[in-house]
Protein backbone atom coordinates (compact mmCIF):
# COMPACT_ATOMS: atom_id res chain seq x y z
CA UNK A 1 0.00 0.00 0.00
CA UNK A 2 0.89 3.30 -0.96
CA UNK A 3 1.60 5.94 1.81
CA UNK A 4 -0.42 8.83 1.89
CA UNK A 5 0.90 12.25 -0.14
CA UNK A 6 1.99 14.71 2.20
CA UNK A 7 1.42 18.57 1.82
CA UNK A 8 4.83 20.22 0.93
CA UNK A 9 4.07 23.36 -0.62
CA UNK A 10 2.46 25.40 -3.22
CA UNK A 11 4.17 25.01 -6.52
CA UNK A 12 4.57 28.81 -7.66
CA UNK A 13 6.34 29.09 -4.51
CA UNK A 14 9.64 27.58 -5.83
CA UNK A 15 10.13 30.03 -8.89
CA UNK A 16 11.70 28.03 -11.75
CA UNK A 17 15.72 27.88 -11.44
CA UNK A 18 15.49 27.79 -7.71
CA UNK A 19 15.40 25.89 -4.24
CA UNK A 20 12.90 26.08 -1.32
CA UNK A 21 13.60 23.79 2.10
CA UNK A 22 9.99 22.51 3.58
CA UNK A 23 8.95 20.75 7.14
CA UNK A 24 5.85 18.43 6.08
CA UNK A 25 3.63 19.51 8.11
CA UNK A 26 4.92 22.53 8.91
CA UNK A 27 6.58 21.44 11.46
CA UNK A 28 10.42 21.72 12.73
CA UNK A 29 13.39 22.42 10.78
CA UNK A 30 13.18 21.93 6.83
CA UNK A 31 13.64 18.04 6.51
CA UNK A 32 13.11 18.27 2.73
CA UNK A 33 14.51 20.53 -0.02
CA UNK A 34 12.98 21.22 -3.23
CA UNK A 35 14.64 22.06 -6.74
CA UNK A 36 12.93 23.88 -9.71
CA UNK A 37 14.89 22.78 -12.67
CA UNK A 38 12.64 22.91 -16.56
CA UNK A 39 9.78 22.67 -14.95
CA UNK A 40 10.21 19.85 -12.77
CA UNK A 41 10.34 19.93 -9.02
CA UNK A 42 12.87 17.30 -7.55
CA UNK A 43 12.67 16.55 -3.85
CA UNK A 44 15.18 15.38 -1.80
CA UNK A 45 16.06 14.41 2.20
CA UNK A 46 17.98 17.64 3.96
CA UNK A 47 20.85 16.00 4.67
CA UNK A 48 24.42 15.70 3.40
CA UNK A 49 25.54 12.00 2.91
CA UNK A 50 29.21 12.81 3.89
CA UNK A 51 27.90 13.64 7.83
CA UNK A 52 24.61 12.41 8.86
CA UNK A 53 21.99 15.28 9.47
CA UNK A 54 24.20 17.98 8.52
CA UNK A 55 21.75 20.43 6.90
CA UNK A 56 22.17 21.66 3.00
CA UNK A 57 21.49 25.27 2.74
CA UNK A 58 23.54 28.10 3.49
CA UNK A 59 20.55 30.23 4.40
CA UNK A 60 16.49 29.98 4.42
CA UNK A 61 15.79 28.27 0.61
CA UNK A 62 18.90 28.83 -0.38
CA UNK A 63 20.10 24.95 -1.71
CA UNK A 64 21.55 25.61 -5.14
CA UNK A 65 25.33 26.69 -6.56
CA UNK A 66 25.34 30.18 -7.37
CA UNK A 67 24.89 29.79 -11.24
CA UNK A 68 21.91 27.33 -10.44
CA UNK A 69 23.11 24.06 -11.70
CA UNK A 70 23.79 21.95 -8.96
CA UNK A 71 22.37 21.57 -5.05
CA UNK A 72 25.27 22.27 -3.47
CA UNK A 73 26.33 21.55 0.73
CA UNK A 74 26.88 24.57 2.37
CA UNK A 75 28.48 22.62 5.26
CA UNK A 76 31.21 20.83 3.01
CA UNK A 77 30.96 22.31 -0.62
CA UNK A 78 29.68 18.98 -2.50
CA UNK A 79 27.85 19.48 -5.43
CA UNK A 80 25.02 17.01 -6.44
CA UNK A 81 23.30 16.91 -9.93
CA UNK A 82 19.57 18.26 -9.19
CA UNK A 83 18.17 15.47 -11.61
CA UNK A 84 19.17 12.54 -9.67
CA UNK A 85 21.51 13.96 -6.29
CA UNK A 86 24.44 12.26 -7.08
CA UNK A 87 27.42 14.17 -5.89
CA UNK A 88 30.09 15.58 -8.47
CA UNK A 89 32.36 17.20 -6.30
CA UNK A 90 33.24 17.11 -3.03
CA UNK A 91 34.20 14.53 -0.16
CA UNK A 92 31.11 12.39 -1.00
CA UNK A 93 31.68 11.95 -4.94
CA UNK A 94 29.78 9.24 -6.28
CA UNK A 95 27.28 8.92 -3.03
CA UNK A 96 23.72 9.89 -3.72
CA UNK A 97 21.18 12.45 -1.36
CA UNK A 98 17.83 10.56 -0.65
CA UNK A 99 15.41 11.26 -2.96
CA UNK A 100 12.31 12.04 -1.85
CA UNK A 101 8.74 11.50 -4.13
CA UNK A 102 6.95 14.44 -5.71
CA UNK A 103 4.22 15.22 -7.60
CA UNK A 104 2.04 17.78 -8.40
CA UNK A 105 -1.78 18.11 -8.28
CA UNK A 106 -3.67 21.18 -8.46
CA UNK A 107 -0.82 23.74 -8.22
CA UNK A 108 0.54 22.20 -5.20
CA UNK A 109 3.26 19.75 -4.37
CA UNK A 110 3.10 16.78 -2.55
CA UNK A 111 5.75 13.72 -1.13
CA UNK A 112 5.43 10.51 -0.17
CA UNK A 113 8.51 8.43 1.13
CA UNK A 114 8.67 11.31 3.29
CA UNK A 115 11.80 10.70 6.14
CA UNK A 116 10.49 9.83 10.10
CA UNK A 117 10.17 12.84 12.19
CA UNK A 118 12.91 12.91 14.52
CA UNK A 119 12.88 11.61 18.06
CA UNK A 120 12.30 14.09 20.38
Known amino acids: MMPEPQFLCQLDEIEEGRS ?8 GRDRILLARRDGEVYGYVNTCPHYDRAPMAWKKDEFLNAD ?5 CASHGALFRIED ?19 IREGAVYGVNLPEEPKV
Open 20 to 27: KGVAPNRR
Open 68 to 72: GTRIM
Open 85 to 103: GVCEVGPCLGQVLRRVDVF
